[in-house]
């Protein structure tokens, strides 16, 4: 069964902390995506990546850094967690010829 | 920029009474349309692409169709366990392998 796994389901940060957010998909798929979904603002992208070590800003990418050393494994960094970022977060792959695959999600709290 | 408006926001329906949900779409150069079901606390599951008008994908109690302006997710006689958020989107030809995804719809289906 294919997979894309994020590393934590709960995530419970104070303000001001660097945190990290892991997702690793097992499809070799060449894209993975980073969302935050909120109620009434559906998902919305924060950033893609068509290949390793290449990046490129969604919709609202400020305040969030990504990195991609390896195809399977897509980061997802907050350098300075601000209460603002409490979020559900999604983590998606895809190929051209696939469509998204998604993650369970992490729920983070920044307090 | 392409656009998806879903409709209604929430849809609440007794058991067996069948209904649609609308996804409505501007693209330019439609390469495909997803539907995607989420429950509760979990990522998007992945249901249907639809790639061009006309075109009519089925599963159990769920069918999707395609205009050139929309899609339409039917649902006949649902059961409770078909209670989720219900989300479309589209990728274009020209943003290949970004997906623009509608707010959805959360349907709950009573006994």
């Known amino acids: 069964d294919v997979k894309v796994t994020q590393s934590s389901r709960y995530l419970v940060k104070r303000t001001g902390e660097k945190v990290f957010l892991e997702c690793v998909q097992d499809?070799?798929?060449?894209?993975m995506f980073w969302y935050r979904q909120d109620p009434g603002l559906g998902l919305r992208l924060i950033y893609f990546?068509?290949?390793?070590?290449?990046?490129e800003k969604g919709d609202i990418p400020e305040g969030y850094s990504v990195s991609r050393e390896k195809k399977e494994r897509f980061s997802l960094i907050l350098e300075s967690a601000s209460t603002n970022q409490t979020s559900m977060y999604l983590c998606?792959?895809?190929?051209?010829?696939?469509?998204?695959?998604f993650g369970s999600g992490t729920r983070l709290t920044v307090v | 920029e392409d656009q998806v408006t879903q409709s209604p926001e929430a849809l609440r329906l007794q058991e067996g009474e069948s209904s649609s949900l609308n996804c409505s779409y501007t693209?330019?150069?439609?390469?495909?349309l997803f539907w995607y079901r989420q429950d509760p606390g979990k990522g998007p599951e992945f249901l249907f692409t639809?790639?061009?008008a006309g075109e009519e994908k089925e599963k159990e109690r769920l069918k999707a169709t395609l205009t050139k302006k929309e899609s339409f997710l039917h649902i006949t006689a649902p059961k409770p366990e078909d209670s989720a958020t219900y989300l479309c989107?589209?990728?274009?030809?020209?943003?290949?392998?970004?997906?623009?995804f509608g707010d959805g719809t959360t349907l709950t289906v009573k006994p």
């Open positions: 998606a792959s895809s190929s051209p010829t696939a469509r998204d695959t």
């Open positions: 499809m070799d798929h060449e894209n």
């Open positions: 990546s068509y290949d390793v070590k290449m990046k």
């Open positions: 693209v330019s150069g439609l390469r495909g």
């Open positions: 639809l790639y061009s």
């Open positions: 989107a589209v990728q274009s030809n020209t943003n290949a392998g970004k997906s623009t």
